[in-house]
């Protein structure tokens, strides 16, 4: 295999390192700094990386921050499940025919998310 080739197998895929970092934050459970997020992604990130990706998903209103002497300590926004549920949201929104992609979806799942779900529609029914 070449450099170029043994490069390209170490990369990651879009937006898989925002999600790596997401998952640390969440981990924390409470506000973290840069270097303490970067102890937690797997490959040993620069921190340069770690703090592009922070300020990007900041740009994106996924985490806020405050200051902490000279940098900041970042926290989540959402919890991991609400960030889930906006995702499939904005998906949802995306496609055409919503009836169509909401039916498919639920004949995907497996009985026992059938299950959840139908408690989780009948709670929100009642409530």
């Known amino acids: 295999m ?32 840069a270097a303490a997020v970067r102890e937690q992604v797997a490959g040993d990130p620069a921190h340069t990386t770690v703090l592009t990706i922070l300020s990007r998903l900041y740009d994106k209103g996924l985490v806020t921050r405050e200051r902490a002497g000279r940098g900041y300590l970042y926290s989540p926004v959402r919890d991991e499940a609400g960030h889930t549920a906006a995702g499939m949201r904005a998906l949802l929104e995306r496609g055409g025919d919503r009836a169509a992609v909401l039916a498919r979806f639920v004949s995907e799942l497996g009985t026992e998310d059938e299950e959840i779900l139908e408690q989780l529609l009948r709670g929100h029914k009642e409530g």
């Open 2 to 33: 070449t450099d170029d080739g043994a490069a390209t197998a170490g990369r990651r895929a879009p937006g898989e390192l925002e999600n790596e970092v997401l998952a640390a934050l969440w981990a924390a459970g409470a506000p973290a700094a």
